[in-house]
T-cell receptor
Framework: EDQVTQSPEALRLQEGESSSLNCSYT??????LFWYRQDPGKGPEFLFT???AGEEKEKERLKATLTKKESFLHITAPKPEDSATYLC??????????FGQGTRLTINP | SQTIHQWPATLVQPVGSPLSLECTVE??????LYWYRQAAGRGLQLLFY??????ISSEVPQNLSASRPQDRQFILSSKKLLLSDSGFYLC??????????????FGEGSRLTVL
């Protein structure tokens, strides 16, 4: 069974304090790994797609990387507006995305 | 540009009452459509997906059903709600085919509370 595990469940940082979120996955035949941002009471917003080990994508203060077993979302010098829940999802050999439970990130000013 | 509309945004229903949530997509044709549920503190659970009009795949056996009467319209229904149906329901779409999903684009969600 395809599984996605995100850690930590919650992370509290000071503004400017860089860190990383982890997404570990167990799938047969990875087709793609996706990162989303979700604000409270809203639908998830697409951030990145990674397709193969070694791939990296960047957007403003966020950088996503992928290995054969996990992905990291690095946040550099975060700001309070980066506070949100970050979701990781994978597509394997099926027509569906399997989501992790998310990491709730809080950036204190 | 593509947009997705989902309504109602919030509803409170008694146990045993019916349910209808609606989702429409604009600015694209023949999208793949999805219904997800997000329970408090849990990840997104895929309920149904559709690759075309009248084509519905169910992922979780339960008292919910889905229909796709038009290309860009997706409806989630129930004849009798259970307490366990409470949650945040999300509609999403994607455009890739051939077994690829690609990135999903989500609606704003519908918060359902069953009392």
């Amino acid at each position: 069974e395809d599984q996605v595990t995100q850690s930590p469940e919650a992370l509290r940082l000071q503004e400017g304090e860089s860190s990383s979120l982890n997404c570990s996955y167990t799938v047969s035949g990875l087709r793609g790994l996706f990162w989303y941002r979700q604000d409270p009471g809203k639908g998830p917003e697409f951030l990145f797609t990674l397709y193969s080990a070694g791939e990296e994508k960047e957007k403003e203060r966020l950088k996503a990387t992928l290995t054969k077993k996990e992905s990291f979302l690095h946040i550099t010098a975060p700001k309070p507006e980066d506070s949100a829940t970050y979701l990781c999802a994978v597509q394997a050999e099926t027509q569906k995305l399997v989501f992790g439970q998310g990491t709730r990130l809080t950036i204190n000013p | 540009s593509q947009t997705i509309h989902q309504w109602p945004a919030t509803l409170v229903q008694p146990v045993g009452s019916p349910l209808s949530l609606e989702c429409t997509v604009e600015g694209t044709s023949n999208p793949n459509l999805y219904w997800y549920r997000q329970a408090a503190g849990r990840g997104l659970q895929l309920l149904f997906y559709s690759v075309g009009i009248g084509q519905i795949s169910s992922e979780v056996p339960q008292n919910l059903s889905a229909s796709r009467p038009q290309d860009r319209q997706f409806i989630l229904s129930s004849k009798k709600l259970l307490l366990s149906d409470s949650g945040f329901y999300l509609c999403a779409w994607s455009v890739l085919g051939g077994g690829w999903i690609g990135e999903l684009f989500f609606g704003e969600g519908s918060r359902l509370t069953v009392l």
